[in-house]
């Protein structure tokens, strides 16, 4: 019942699907692109956010994303994803801000006082999400992004799309222009980095107050 309220409280262009409303701004409709702004506003910022580490900064790469793809609207081919085609122009604005800070990788991790760390159980299961989901939607963000730099760029990008970007498998694969199953791989091999490099973290503290 909540569910049918909901929807007959959205607008028709909410309930519109991608193709409809890129279809109505290529006809003129400009303002349609406001339901575009709204649907993906969220899940852009947090991707954003996990490249940049700093909400303003990702707020502005988010603000340019959705202008360059308003600009480059009319190069957008119909046949692939529009998020797809949306999260790589929103990746490109942020590889250039990340240059122009010059932001140095990581060396060393140090989980912040309190944050909480896989269990054992989930470091020994296949696919650790559900802890990094955890760590994700805290306060802890800051150390995932810091374990996030200790990866290799394509198995970060991977997990980035995937945990912040939200983004399926297949529209990993097709951002990174691999196969789905290459795409999977990058993101479990990622995750099980990260749970190594969480648990020696702990391990080291543990050892520091013995």
């Known amino acids: 019942m909540a569910s049918d309220n909901y929807a007959s409280h959205q607008s028709p262009a909410d309930q519109a699907t991608d193709g409809e409303i ?17 649907r993906y506003r969220r899940a852009l910022h947090n991707l954003a956010f996990s490249y940049l580490g700093d909400a303003q900064l990702a707020e502005d790469a988010v603000q340019e994303a959705f202008l360059n793809s308003f600009r480059w609207l009319h190069t957008y081919d119909s046949r692939y994803s529009f998020r797809t085609w949306l999260w790589r122009i929103l990746l490109n604005v942020c590889h250039r801000l990340r240059e122009k800070a010059q932001r140095q990788p990581v060396t060393s991790t140090t989980l912040t006082a309190g944050s909480t760390p896989m269990s054992p159980q989930l470091l020994d299961s296949e696919v650790p999400c559900e802890a990094l989901s955890r760590l994700i939607h805290s306060e802890r963000r800051e150390s995932v992004l810091k374990l996030l730099d200790q990866l290799s760029p394509i198995q970060a990008e991977a997990i980035r799309l995937r945990f912040f970007g939200e983004m399926k498998f297949q529209e990993i694969a097709d951002a990174q222009g691999i196969g789905l199953p290459a795409a999977k791989a990058r993101v479990r091999n990622g995750l099980l980095q990260m749970a190594k490099l969480i648990q020696n973290t702990c391990q080291e503290l543990a050892e520091e107050h013995t």
């Open 22 to 38: 890129l279809a109505a701004m290529l006809a003129g409709d400009a303002d349609q692109y406001g339901t575009i702004v709204r």
